[in-house]
């Protein structure tokens, strides 16, 4: 099951339904299946909360995911912080809208078990980004 909830923000305006086929589609290009995810928007004060209690760091960022995955199904609680999304979809002079479903599927793809923080592995994630979009694109 994928939820989404808020925390001291608005529901950001997505298709929550378009948006739960696509999680599922991904997840299938990887061989996974999806089991509870459970998407978190929040405002800067509370990513900032999240990341200095769980994470131990003491600044904000668009999203943390907390992988709860068992063997090929999907799991886990991914905070995505909708202040830092827009400040970045500024930055990189894209839509708001752009930039959140690219944080939405970075933390799927995080489920799925690829990461951004070792040697070459941020380009790894980068093209699986960009194939996840374009995944996205074809379906709306």
């Known amino acids: ?3 989404y909830n808020v925390v001291n923000t608005e529901m950001p305006s997505i298709n929550q339904q378009k948006v739960s086929e696509w999680v599922r ?10 089991g509870d995810i459970n998407f978190i928007f929040v405002d800067d004060e509370e990513i900032l909360r999240v990341n200095r209690e769980f994470i131990g760091h003491d600044y904000y960022t668009d999203h943390i995911g907390f992988d709860y995955s068992s063997g090929t199904t999907i799991s886990g609680d991914i905070y995505i912080g909708v202040d830092t999304v827009l400040t ?15 944080v939405i599927i970075h933390g799927v793809l995080h489920l799925c078990g690829i990461d951004d923080k070792g040697p070459g592995e941020r380009a790894i994630m980068e093209a699986a980004e960009d ?7 074809n379906s709306i």
Request: hydrophobic letters at 40%.
């Open 88 to 102: 970045n979809s500024q930055k990189l002079g894209c839509a708001y809208t752009e930039e959140l479903h690219r």
């Open 25 to 34: 589609e991904v997840a299938a290009s990887y061989q996974r299946h999806v």
């Open 131 to 137: 194939k996840a979009l374009k995944l996205w694109k």
């Open 1 to 3: 099951m994928i939820l």
